[in-house]
Nanobody
Framework: QVQLVESGGGLVQAGDSLRLACVAS????????LGWFRQAPGKEREFVAAISSSGSVRNYKDSVKGRFTISRDNAKNTVYLQMNSLKPEDTAIYYC????????????????WGQGTQVTVSS
């Protein structure tokens, strides 16, 4: 059974930074793509970023390009999301998830999900 556990969320002001982390259980972490998604109140869950198994391919939602950076440390079974220049519209619960497809943005391609971590950005 794969488990994904997110951490690093919190309450920050606009312009601040946060780094989210997601630790995965299991011995095949380095074999699959990891993604970050978010869900704001009253809205559908949306793709934020994804990184391929080796880390060589990364994909981002347009509105976070240049502000967010996804990375991974396969030795630590951990994927990160560095979020800079945060905006109030970034407020959401952030989830990490796993897929066998390369950096897909399609939510249904992801089969295991974490419980999420809350990010709140005040203006």
């Amino acid at each position: 059974q794969v488990q994904l556990v997110e951490s690093g969320g919190g309450l920050v002001q606009a312009g601040d930074s946060l780094r989210l982390a997601c630790v995965a259980s299991g011995r095949t972490f380095s074999a699959y793509t990891l993604g970050w998604f978010r869900q704001a109140p009253g809205k559908e869950r949306e793709f934020v970023a994804a990184i391929s198994s080796s880390g060589s391919v990364r994909n981002y939602k347009d509105s976070v390009k240049g502000r967010f950076t996804i990375s991974r440390d396969n030795a630590k079974n951990t994927v990160y999301l560095q979020m800079n220049s945060l905006k109030p519209e970034d407020t959401a619960i952030y989830y990490c998830a796993r897929t066998w497809r390369v950096t897909t943005t399609v939510i249904t391609d992801y089969d295991y999900w974490g419980q999420g971590t809350q990010v709140t950005v005040s203006s």
